[in-house]
């Protein structure tokens, strides 16, 4: 047990500069929480509870619906009752749960946005093949390794990290965050640093993929109005959310990697969160104004409500 952390708890200075707004920002939070909760858990049921939507790709966005609350629920309670607090800090063993959470959440993210782009490359460019490619077998097993695989890779990513014999115990942000605890190690981080480059190298893979898959599904709708409407009306809603996702991201890397000193902790901070606020509310309000089938279903029911 030498080589492991002594450290029982983190200080999260990241709400020294919440401590002159702390009943606003909460409200603000309780909000935001609230509306991520209502709009994610209303698509989600829509699609569960209608048979005419079990189809692939919704079975995909209720996969990413389901994600969205799972990443959620690792920072906003925690979030929302630090900013009420006058001691800011989290356990050792909670920093590093807080950890696979966020970080399992955005992996998970981008496998889903994968498999949502391969289905919709079948879809458009192969669409004689498309029940029998995208068989709801199959699709069971590729919505289950788009869990396992990231739930799988985070695991190894806390494990490599609770290994470590950490000599400080100050994290400059408003969670635990992977590589603010890395950089409190004593020894060599070489293993986490390459690990941790084999799995930005994964994760680039994926996007990468999604990118030339929809690149092929350009090509393929351009050449009829039948491909062009099918375009706009399914795989406009998952570039938009790629984008969303992968910009909330980059703030977040830019803060981490290239943050000055001379930046305000308010702006380092709203960076710092990006990820985990804007793609939760947006990305089920592009898809429930944009698919045909979820907004109609939506109104339908908002209608026999009424009646």
């Keep these: 047990m030498s080589n492991t952390s002594s450290i029982v708890v983190f200080s999260l200075s990241g709400f020294n500069a919440t401590v002159n707004y702390k009943v606003t920002l909460f409200t603000l939070t309780v909000l935001s929480y609230c509306v991520i909760l209502v709009v994610n858990v209303s698509l989600m049921l829509t699609i569960i509870l209608d048979k005419n939507l079990h189809e692939p790709m919704y079975i995909c966005l209720c996969n990413l619906f389901i994600n969205e609350l799972y990443g959620t629920a690792g920072f906003f309670p925690k979030f929302a009752f630090d900013l009420l607090s006058d001691v800011h800090v989290i356990s050792y063993v909670g920093c590093l749960l807080q950890i696979f959470v966020i970080y399992s959440y955005v992996y998970v993210d981008y496998s889903v946005l994968a498999l ?99 690149v092929q599904v350009v090509k393929s709708a351009s050449k009829s109005r039948e491909g062009r409407r099918k375009f706009t009306q399914t795989c406009v809603p998952h570039l938009l959310c790629l984008l969303n996702v992968t910009a909330a991201l980059l703030f977040d890397v830019m803060y981490l990697r290239y943050g000055s000193a001379s930046v305000p902790q308010s702006v380092k901070n709203f960076m710092g969160i990006q990820f985990l606020l804007i793609p939760p509310i947006l990305n089920p309000i592009v898809y429930g104004l944009i698919l045909n089938k979820i907004r109609g279903r939506i109104i339908s029911l908002c209608n026999t409500h009424s009646n």
């Design 116 to 214: 949502m782009a391969y289905d919709r490359y079948v879809a458009v460019c192969r669409p004689l093949e498309y029940h029998s490619v995208m068989s709801v077998r199959r699709t069971a097993v590729l919505v289950a390794l788009s869990w396992l695989v990231p739930l799988c890779c985070d695991l190894i990513v806390v494990t490599l990290t609770s290994t470590l014999k950490l000599c400080g115990s100050h994290i400059e942000k408003l969670y635990c965050e992977n590589w603010a605890v890395v950089k409190l190690a004593c020894g060599s981080t070489r293993v986490n640093d390459i690990y941790g480059l084999f799995l930005i190298c994964f994760y680039l893979g994926h996007f990468l993929y999604i990118l030339g898959s929809y």
